[in-house]
């Protein structure tokens, strides 16, 4: 590329044509005056001197101005051609900025440095290679590597490069450099993120969900080791998961740097930083060990998962303490059953029993009817107690999965209660565990109430997915219905237990019936 303005031309060509315009006016003058009386030797010494000096003067005077104006002209070149190459690191580094991956990251820098540069060039990273439509391997190719990444920079020049322009390129291959780092960087804390969140969905055993997050945080920190402290009752502090750390296998009262750490991040030892898990209250200790200066450029992102890892057992403590509630709640259902159902049968049968007892020598056909009733009786009971027990079987959720355990259940307890069933199922649902765990739990009661009060042939469940909003669930039978809700009749829960359960998690229940038309539940529950 020409540089050179022409400017620059004009004056140099000045400096060749003004001094010849000089010499010809100095000559055509001074013929014109010497018939006025000029001596000959005058003459000569006018023209020699004017026709010499004025010319050289010009012709210097031209030709220091030219260099000026050369290097100014040099100066703006170079000024604008450095302005064009950060202007074209600008854009390098905004579209990385706004790739949502590496590769397409790649694509994009490669195809602003076709535009930049004017040259063909591919990148390469981590085996993923983004080249210009016109890149043609092996020819005529220069390679810059990658500092810091396992990648490089390939340029096809027509000619050997300048020293100037090698190390442009090289410069330039470090800034390529640093912004696909940056994309790197951005896109491994997306994915710690994403495999986070899908670990606090999946795990609802809360030492394997805190080895899974511990894990996923230290291989991203490229720590050396790490573990999980909660506080207990008493305000000791309890190992929970402890990876690659020489600390106290017992609990031990947080004195010191490890009060500390309870209140703000704290380097508790010179490699192993501890993060707060907090909320208003300090749950325990998050810790990391490794390189302490890694640790200290990756605190902010550190402090959020920590926040993620509070977050998890929070839920899993709340978790366990809706567990202890069902059971309190199911050990009264069971007493309230026994006490109002089979206790006062087997008392009835008892009855039943004594008197067939004293009328068998008398009326031997009425004793016998009250046998035969006795017997229907015990049979009523024995399917009552067996429909109990299966309701109190466990089910494994984290086996089987939320919507395989509601088709399980629902065909095997139809079949148990003598009913059919139909499911209208989705293919995939979003709920948290704790939402799971409240529509079986209301699938289950809602069953149970059908087979025990509504006598019904038929029983339809359908659960629908409402995306992000999260699901909503549909027992409908056609049974006997009622005309208002039966205290403590709906199993498990009761109308009022299950509309808490529900309503607590910021859900909506329902119920629909009508004498001789059926019942419907109807439950919706946020994520």
Excluded: C
């Excluded at 100066?75 to 450095?82: D, V």
């Excluded at 296998?249 to 707060?276: K, M, S, Y």
């Excluded at 390189?291 to 993620?308: C, G, I, K, S, V």
């Excluded at 303490?321 to 006490?339: C, K, P, T």
């Amino acid at each position: 590329m020409d540089l050179v303005p022409s400017v620059y031309r004009f004056i140099r060509l000045a400096r060749l044509i003004l001094p010849f315009l000089i010499v010809m006016v100095v000559v055509i003058f001074e013929v014109t005056l010497r018939p006025m009386g000029i001596s000959s030797q005058s003459f000569w010494v006018h023209l020699t001197f004017y026709g010499l000096l004025g010319p050289l003067v010009t012709f210097v005077t031209l030709e220091w101005i030219a260099q000026q104006v050369l290097e100014r002209e040099r100066a703006q070149a170079a000024l604008f051609e450095a302005n064009r190459r950060l202007s074209m690191v600008g854009r390098v580094l905004k579209r990385s900025l706004s790739a949502e991956n590496l590769e397409q990251a790649l694509r994009a820098i490669a195809e602003e440095l076709r535009e930049g540069l004017g040259r063909e060039v591919a990148l390469t990273l981590e085996g993923v290679q983004a080249a210009s439509a016109g890149f043609v391997p092996a020819h005529a190719t220069l390679t810059f590597p990658l500092v810091g990444l396992s990648g490089s920079l390939e340029v096809q020049l027509p000619y050997p490069p300048s020293p100037e322009e090698r190390e442009y390129l090289e410069v330039l291959a470090g800034e390529v450099a640093s912004a696909l780092g940056e994309v790197r960087s951005r896109t491994r804390d997306l994915l710690t993120l994403y495999e986070v969140d899908q670990a606090l969905r999946a795990e609802a055993n809360l030492e394997k969900l805190l080895e899974g997050l511990l894990g996923r945080i230290l291989e991203w920190a490229q720590a050396e080791g790490g573990g999980v402290m909660l506080l207990d009752e008493d305000h000791f502090l309890q190992p929970r998961i402890i990876r690659g750390l020489s600390l106290p296998g017992h609990a031990f009262l947080p004195e010191g740097a490890w009060a500390r750490a309870l209140e703000t991040p704290t380097f508790v030892q010179d490699d192993l930083l501890a993060l707060p898990l907090r909320e208003q209250t300090p749950v325990g200790l998050l810790l990391v060990r490794g390189d302490a200066e890694n640790l200290r450029t990756r605190m902010p992102f550190l402090r959020f998962l920590a926040a993620q890892v509070t977050f998890s057992v929070r839920n899993a403590q709340a978790y366990l303490r809706a567990e202890e509630l069902a059971l309190a709640e199911e050990r009264n259902r069971i007493a309230r059953e026994i006490h109002d159902g089979i206790a006062q049968a087997l008392a009835f049968m008892a009855l039943k029993l004594d008197l067939a007892e004293r009328l068998l020598d008398t009326d031997r056909k009425r004793a016998l009817a009250e046998m035969a009733q006795v017997r229907e009786t015990l049979r009523a009971q024995i399917r009552e107690v067996r429909r109990s027990i299966f309701a109190l079987r466990p089910i494994d959720l984290e086996r089987y999965g939320f919507l395989e355990s509601l088709r399980r259940y629902s065909l095997a307890f139809a079949e148990q209660a003598g009913f059919r069933v139909r499911l209208d199922l989705p293919e995939q649902v979003e709920l948290s565990q704790a939402s799971e765990l409240v529509l079986f739990r209301v699938l289950q009661e809602a069953l149970t109430n059908a087979a025990k009060y509504a006598r019904p042939g038929l029983v339809q469940v359908r659960l629908v997915s409402l995306g992000e909003r999260g699901a909503r669930l549909e027992v409908r039978d056609n049974g006997k219905g009622f005309a208002q809700a039966i205290p403590g009749g709906m199993g498990g829960f009761g109308l009022t237990q299950m509309r808490e359960r529900v309503e607590a998690r910021g859900g909506q229940f329902a119920v629909e019936s009508v004498p001789g038309e059926g019942t419907t539940v109807r439950v919706e529950l946020p994520y």
